[in-house]
């Protein structure tokens, strides 16, 4: 688990012994050792996407008790997927979820296994929005990398997230009355907070 709070599974020790596919390279469907190969993996990763599943519900999601405010998040996300992320991100319906869980230490958690995007947890109390698209788009960045498959180094803010997070950022700048027309708030996205992982102990989610 990296120290934000996100979990990404890639590893199956399984089938590491497995030869992989060589990249662009369609199975051939008349050869039964591929076939078999191809459904393994596919088993492999359905499983471990349930388990993620399972290890998410844990984290005692809820409904926003704001509406308003969850749809705003929704909007921003998914205006965020498409000019900062190239809509590279699953829509914000499957991905985006609440948390109040008590001493939950993050402000936000990415589930990723396999390159697929199990979702995201943010937490319930954070009441700026300001704080609140910070953590989102630290969390997007990790999924990005995610979807991407790029390596997540040993704390998973390793290279590819910070390169992920400062284009992100740079992007939204370039675009920030969008967002903020979105949000109906005033926003100072700054790239070191995005890239920093945020816990509750030096962080307040209150902070305007
Ligand atoms: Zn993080």
Aim: charge should be positive.
């Amino acid at each position: 688990m990296c120290s934000c709070g996100t979990k990404i599974t890639r590893h199956e020790a399984t089938l590491e012994s497995l030869p992989a596919l060589r990249p662009n390279t369609p199975p051939d469907e008349r050869d039964p050792q591929q076939r078999m190969r191809v459904q393994l993996r596919e088993e492999s990763r359905r499983r471990k996407v349930e388990e993620m599943e399972q290890q998410m519900k844990k984290q005692h999601l809820i409904q926003h008790p704001y509406v308003s405010f969850h749809n705003r998040v929704v909007k921003a996300y998914n205006k965020l997927n498409e000019i900062c992320f190239e809509g590279r991100l699953p829509p914000a319906d499957n991905v985006i979820h609440w948390s109040r869980k008590p001493h939950m230490p993050f402000l936000g958690c990415m589930f990723g296994v396999h390159g697929v995007i199990v979702g995201i947890v943010l937490s319930a109390d954070i009441t700026s929005m300001q704080v609140l698209i910070e953590v989102l788009m630290h969390e997007m960045a990790h999924a990005d990398v995610e979807v991407k498959q790029l390596p997540i180094g040993r704390s998973c803010h390793g290279k590819h997230f910070k390169e992920s997070a400062t284009k992100a950022v740079a992007v939204l700048e370039a675009n920030r009355s969008v967002l903020e027309a979105l949000v109906d708030t005033q926003l100072n996205v700054d790239v070191d907070q995005v890239r920093r992982a945020k816990r509750r102990r030096r962080f307040s989610p209150y902070r305007k």
